[in-house]
Structures are given as structure tokens and as C-alpha cells.
């Protein structure tokens, strides 16, 4: 596709391209900032808008805004560009500014999996190796010691940016704590992480311990995915079925134990029970126990 189509607001390409030049031989980068943001709206994800927007950021780092627009700037191209990782040395640097040495490292992984093989960036992988080197041994003691006496929402916020595969150290960490006994609350962040990024998944869950290939885990998820959906959708506006139905997912993720149709009556059964504060047998029993077991984990 001509690149003048691809981009059609406001102007085109060359308009574009002619406009950041002028602005960058005239040292006023900043002056076109709010223009590129823009564009950005109207073509989430396009890697040059990105790449000039993270510019004109970083010259301005230590201003109060910036790692908020940052946020903004990565979390968008994250979840909008068809291939993130042509970014991940931006993203990866974003990180190290949020002092999060293994989002970093496994976004520059990420980049240098999609380089040509005859180009390698060496800059890139001088800085994983010296992340793995500087950051990695006092990163992986603190992990350590918040998985083992930090609260469930120290936890959760530290789990939520490991990674596999990216460290033989970490990953020893990791795989120990899923065969360990803890709250499903916590562990289902570490199982999900597994489940994307290793060949084979193994993990104990209420006494059972299991032990897939990613493509029948996989399989397991989305199909939990599915039921998960659809009972959000069954119970929109309805908060206290919704944390019903949602607490009863995760305590048995990856697994799907009743279909969407048998849920949803044990649902509103047990959210009936709730109210009224009478017991509930069967199914209905279950997700109230699910319910208590989980919000009491969030608590701890």
C-alpha cells in the first residue's frame, strides 16, 4: 500500500515526514509532539509514530509528565501494533526507567528474536547482558523475599512483570513456586505467564499436580477464556454475580469445570444464598467456597 494512504490524517506521508525534519533541523521537536499524537490516535500502533512520539519524550525525561506519557505511548503500542517487538528496545528502555529489569530484558529478547541473524544489534545484547549481570542477582533476592513474606499485593505487583526464558536463575524460581502450595489468587499470574511462554507446564493446584505441553494448556485456556467471557457478558451490570463467576474461574484456571449454561443458575443461586445469608449445596456450594477461599487470599 502506498504509504501517502497509509497515512491520511491530517495530511499524508510526506507531509509528515517533510514536517519532522523541518522540526528537527530547527531544534523544535517538541513543537510537533502534539501533532504526531495526533496521528497516533487516528493509527494506534504504527511503528514511526511511536518511534517519533518515544523520541520527543526522551528528551525531556525527568519532567514529571514524561514516564506518564510513556505509559500511555507503550502500553498502546503493546496492545495495538501487530508486532510490538519491532519496538522492544523502546520499551525495554521505558522499563529500565521504571526499574523493571526483567520487562526489559525480555523485550529486548523479544527484538532481537525478529533481527536478522547477520545483523544482530550489539548494543541491544550488550544491555541484556549487562542487565542480567547489574540488575538481575538483586532483582531475583527481592522476588524471593516477596514470595515468601510479602503481602498478596506485594506479590501480585511483582509477578506481574517476570518472565521466562529469560534467565535460568528466575526461571528455576518460578517453576518451583507453581509446584509450591499457594493462593490460586497469585499463582494464577505465574501459571498464565507459563502457559504463553514454556514448552511444557507443570504445576499443583488443591493437592492435584499436573503437567501439560503448551498446546493442550493452551487449549485449556482458551476454552476457559470462552466460558469467562460469556458469563461476563451474561452478568453485565450485576457486580456481586460477576465477582461470583469471576472468582469461581480463576480458582479453577485453567480448567473449565461446568459449561457457561450450568454456571450461570448456580450463580444467581449462590448469589441468592449470599444475600440472604443461607447455605447453598452443590454447584452453588462450590462457588461460594470459591468466592470465600479467593477474597480471603486478596486480603492476606
Wanted: charged share 25%.
Amino acid at each position: 500500500m502506498d504509504q501517502n494512504q497509509q497515512y491520511p490524517f491530517p495530511g499524508n506521508w510526506t507531509r509528515l515526514q517533510k514536517m519532522v525534519k523541518e522540526a528537527d533541523m530547527a531544534g523544535e521537536r517538541q513543537r510537533i509532539e502534539p501533532i504526531l499524537w495526533e496521528w497516533y490516535e487516528q493509527l494506534s500502533g504504527d511503528v514511526y509514530l511511536f518511534m517519533e512520539i518515544f523520541q520527543c519524550l526522551m528528551e525531556r525525561p525527568d519532567e514529571p509528565e514524561t514516564l506518564e506519557r510513556l505509559e500511555e505511548l507503550v502500553t498502546t503500542q503493546m496492545e495495538t501494533s501487530e508486532r510490538p517487538e519491532t519496538c522492544g528496545l523502546q520499551i525495554a528502555q521505558y522499563y529500565i526507567m521504571r526499574d523493571q529489569p526483567f520487562e526489559a530484558s525480555h523485550w529486548i529478547e523479544k527484538y532481537l528474536s525478529v533481527q536478522d541473524g547477520d545483523n544482530v544489534n550489539t548494543q541491544a545484547y550488550q544491555v541484556l547482558q549487562v542487565l542480567k549481570l547489574t540488575e538481575f542477582p538483586a532483582a531475583i533476592a527481592k522476588l524471593k523475599r516477596t514470595l515468601h513474606q510479602g503481602s498478596t499485593a506485594e506479590q501480585i505487583e511483582m509477578l506481574a512483570h517476570v518472565h521466562f526464558n529469560i534467565d535460568d536463575v528466575l526461571d528455576n524460581v518460578l517453576k518451583a513456586y507453581l509446584l509450591e502450595d499457594r493462593p490460586k489468587v497469585i499463582k494464577v499470574m505465574v501459571l498464565e505467564r507459563a502457559i504463553a511462554e514454556l514448552e511444557t507446564i507443570e504445576w499443583t493446584d488443591r493437592g492435584e499436580r499436573y503437567v501439560y505441553d503448551r498446546t493442550e494448556a493452551s487449549t485449556f485456556a482458551r476454552e476457559w477464556g470462552f466460558t469467562y467471557g460469556d458469563l461476563q457478558k451474561r452478568f453485565y451490570g450485576d457486580e456481586i454475580a460477576t465477582q461470583l463467576s469471576t472468582n469461581y474461574c480463576y480458582v479453577h484456571y485453567p480448567f473449565v469445570p461446568h459449561l457457561a449454561d450450568e454456571l450461570e443458575p448456580a450463580i444467581v443461586e449462590a448469589k441468592r444464598a449470599m444475600l440472604n445469608a443461607m447455605e447453598a449445596n452443590g454447584l452453588a456450594g462450590e462457588i461460594l467456597e470459591a468466592d470465600a477461599s479467593f477474597t480471603r487470599s486478596l486480603l492476606d
